[in-house]
């Protein structure tokens, strides 16, 4: 298995001037060790997506948390695609995030609500790597299913699942998935992505 050093180095992002070396660090794994996350690691990280920005302070974010092989967990797994249950049969900790469709102060539709899942969910996820562990994202799943595994009322819809822990041995993957565990990672430039006054003209460089 090769040293926590050794790939934390490979999955780190390119230096780039002024960025938290926690959102560098930040990477989502596939394969997780079986070591549990405890009740407290998991309070300090599901508290710090509470604090996520919202549209009209609705925190219209809701999680089902489950711990290996619990009936929430196993609810779960089931739900998810072949292809990531393929490798999130070792994380300790599975939770799937859903998204309340309307605003409860008008019973309008929340048009931003997935949004700030996201954001309620990219604040869990750098808060499980200040603590060392790791969280990987997962949209391959059904979502039907998941949603009557559990009775989730219909003025919710699911946005994701996720697996959470330490990061365990590449060795146990699939061998196309343990190639890509161990590569390098790589996204846009800021000049692909952020314009200025006319589309497409980047507006950082």
């Known amino acids: 298995m ?32 079986e ?11 599901f508290s710090a997506g509470l604090w996520a920005a919202s549209c009209y302070n609705e925190q219209p974010w809701r999680f089902l948390l489950g711990r290996k092989e619990d009936p929430v967990w196993t609810k779960i797994f ?28 008008n019973g309008e ?20 790597t200040s603590l060392g562990l790791h969280a990987h994202g997962m949209a391959g799943f059904n979502a039907a299913q998941l949603c009557e595994a559990f009775q989730v009322p219909s003025e919710f819809d699911a946005v994701a699942c996720w697996a959470l822990g ?11 998935l343990r190639t890509r565990e161990l590569a390098p990672r790589s996204r846009k430039g800021a000049d692909e992505v952020v314009f200025g006054s006319v589309w497409g003209t980047p507006a950082l460089r």
């Open 109 to 128: 539709v929340n048009h931003f609500a997935r949004h700030d899942v996201g954001a309620a969910s990219c604040t869990i996820s750098l808060q499980a």
């Open 166 to 176: 330490r990061r365990g041995d590449p060795e146990q993957l699939p061998e196309a």
């Open 78 to 105: 089931a739900s998810l695609l072949a292809a990531n249950q393929s490798w999130a049969w070792s994380a300790p900790v599975l939770f799937a995030s859903f998204a309340k469709k309307t605003l409860t102060h």
């Open 2 to 33: 090769p040293s926590d050093d050794a790939v934390q180095e490979v999955k780190r992002s390119p230096a780039t001037g002024g960025v938290l070396d926690l959102i560098s660090n930040r990477w989502s794994p596939r394969a997780f060790a």
């Open 35 to 45: 070591t549990a996350v405890t009740d407290a690691e998991l309070t300090t990280i």
